[in-house]
């Protein structure tokens, strides 16, 4: 299948803001590209791409003062196929793991391991390791956590989430990311785009949206906090340890985000 996405940023600054964003098809799909991933700016930006130490790729620019809109639009090909789901992968030993998944075993900005892993091990300590226990967690997380635009809250950790039982797609991933890092399966946060493909549509403005991936079975695997069923079509853009090294973008100044317009549909064929 073909699915079209895209974005309409729109920030004013009130003097000349250094910012980076996280705006860009992670690598690891730009082989589905079928047609070009720009990041183009309504007003002529010098602009350069690196990559960060969790292999996302970030651009920097400095947005004048006034308005300055970032835009994409492009075409990725998708499998049509839901989320994959693989009961049999096992969890692995701590000692197993290889050295560079540690990393997503410990607390970070947003999940705060040690405040919940006497909660995690009261819950979920007497199921068997592995798929069944992450499905537990997600559930757990899904039910816990209420959702709504109006919880949003930048600042809102995983154990506050928790404590107050409200939240965005964030907080589902960040919720779920801890508890799993808590009965030591590596969890990783991503963000990206997830159109309502396969599912009735929800009558809200599209967003950007957070999941996480689990390392059972020596793989990566895709799991759904906020939604809890296998979806169809996430195009991953960021991964990291949690919101904080995925942030779609940070300004280093004041700049406020005034316009934002997200897409990301099935098309029949190229444009």
């Given at each position: ?15 000349d ?7 860009s098809?992670?690598?690891s ?6 047609t ?7 007003r002529?930006?010098?602009?350069y ?8 790729i ?10 300055t809109t970032i835009s994409?639009d492009?075409?990725?090909e998708?499998s ?6 693989s009961p049999d992968?096992?969890?692995h030993?701590?000692a197993d793991l290889?050295d560079d998944?540690?990393v997503?075993?410990l607390a ?19 199921m068997p ?7 537990a ?5 899904h039910?816990q956590l ?8 930048a600042?809102r ?14 907080d589902?991933a960040?919720l779920?990311v801890t508890?799993?890092r808590?009965?030591n ?10 159109g309502?493909?396969?599912?009735p549509?929800v009558d ?18 895709a ?6 069923v296998p979806?169809?079509g996430?195009i991953?853009?960021?991964r990291?340890?949690?919101?904080t090294?995925?942030a779609?973008?940070?300004?280093f100044?004041?700049?406020w985000?005034?316009?934002?317009k997200?897409?990301a549909?099935?098309?029949?064929s190229?444009?």
């Amino acid at each position: 299948m073909l699915i079209r996405a895209g974005y309409d940023l729109t920030f004013h600054a009130d003097i000349d803001t250094p910012m980076i964003a996280m705006l860009s098809v992670h690598p690891s799909r730009k082989r589905d590209l079928r047609t070009p991933h720009r990041l183009v700016t309504s007003r002529p930006l010098p602009i350069y791409d690196y990559e960060d130490a969790f292999g996302n790729i970030c651009t920097r620019l400095t947005a004048p003062a006034g308005d300055t809109t970032i835009s994409c639009d492009f075409v990725v090909e998708d499998s049509g196929e839901p989320d994959r789901q693989s009961p049999d992968a096992v969890q692995h030993a701590v000692a197993d793991l290889p050295d560079d998944i540690i990393v997503y075993l410990l607390a970070s900005r947003y999940c705060e391991v040690d405040r919940l892993t006497a909660t995690a091990w009261d819950l979920f300590g007497a199921m068997p390791p592995g798929w069944s226990r992450v499905e537990a967690i997600v559930g757990y997380a899904h039910r816990q956590l209420t959702y709504g635009y109006q919880y949003a809250r930048a600042t809102r950790t995983a154990y506050e989430g928790h404590q107050e039982q409200v939240g965005v797609c964030r907080d589902f991933a960040h919720l779920a990311v801890t508890l799993c890092r808590c009965m030591n399966i590596p969890a990783r946060y991503c963000s990206g785009y997830l159109g309502d493909i396969g599912v009735p549509p929800v009558d809200v403005a599209m967003d950007f949206h957070a999941w996480f991936e689990v390392y059972l079975g020596g793989a990566w695997h895709a799991f759904d906090a906020r939604h809890n069923v296998p979806r169809i079509g996430r195009i991953v853009m960021a991964r990291g340890r949690d919101a904080t090294d995925t942030a779609l973008t940070t300004a280093f100044g004041p700049a406020w985000l005034t316009g934002f317009k997200v897409h990301a549909d099935e098309v029949a064929s190229l444009p």
